[in-house]
């Protein structure tokens, strides 16, 4: 088995961030740094990354949680922070978190140890709609909604169509359900600063087809088969 899809089988990151982490030099196999992403692993081998030893799972497993606001969507932060990893501390397998939410941002957070599922979720190219509830301060006018929809300059960066919808609307804020194929660090709050409307209160609904629905905040669940296959077929 090649050394990405060890690493990823052992649920430590996606195959792409693995062959990071050994042109890096942060894995060892038998002690030495191993610095070639085409390495197969042998049976006996011992492997290490960052010094903890790892061992590919030979069963994929898949979640969904519902993150609350607070925690860092990362496996181990260097502030100390809370992270989303102390919330499916009672999952018997290892897994990771596929993408990322932001400490204020709430809600659905698929956690495996698939690295290929997790690629297929977050590259581009297999466009997945991840769909978020934003309520925003003020009111978003019909320009407003068409620049949200075709595209808006978020700093150096225009991003592709999205789909908006208008929710609930009052003089002082709005609620807009905004669906985006794309990842960019803080897109949906730079998308809506950048059309005079800042974000307060963030919330993920839906990645794909594996929709949140009525999962309690900082609960999670397995995902279903129907979902499974979708996740590995997108």
């Known amino acids: ?15 792409r961030k693995a062959d990071e982490l050994v042109l890096n030099g942060n894995v060892k196999v038998n002690g030495a740094v191993m610095k070639e992403p ?20 030979e069963k994929p497993v898949y979640y ?16 100390d922070r809370a992270t989303v990893m102390d919330l499916v501390a009672d999952i018997g397998e ?8 932001d400490m204020n941002t709430t809600g659905a957070l698929i956690m495996t140890n ?3 599922a997790s690629y297929r979720l977050t590259h581009p190219r297999t466009e997945v709609f ?18 949200l929809r075709n595209g808006i300059d978020i700093g150096g960066y225009v991003t592709k169509p999205a789909r908006v919808t208008l929710l609930k609307e ?13 990842g960019k660090n803080r897109q949906v709050r730079k998308m809506c600063k950048a059309v005079g409307n800042p974000v307060q209160e963030l919330h993920r609904v839906s990645i794909g087809e594996v929709k949140l629905g009525r999962l309690k905040e900082g609960t999670y669940r397995k995902l279903t088969q129907a979902e499974i296959e979708y996740i590995k077929n997108c």
């Open 64 to 79: 969904l949680l519902n993150k609350p606001a607070g925690y860092v969507t990362t496996a181990k932060d260097e502030q």
């Open 170 to 182: 009052n003089k002082n804020s709005t609620l807009v359900e905004i669906s985006i194929s794309e």
């Open 130 to 147: 991840k769909t978020y509830h934003a309520l925003v301060k003020g009111v978003l006018s019909k320009e407003k909604l068409w620049k």
């Open 1 to 15: 088995m090649r050394i990405n899809k060890y690493i990823a089988q052992a649920g430590v990151c996606s195959r």
């Open 94 to 101: 290892r897994v990771f978190p596929v993408g990322r939410l």
């Open 38 to 57: 085409g390495y197969d692993v042998a049976e006996g081998d011992k492997v290490t990354v960052n010094g903890t030893a790892i061992e590919a799972s």
């Open 114 to 116: 698939d690295g290929n």
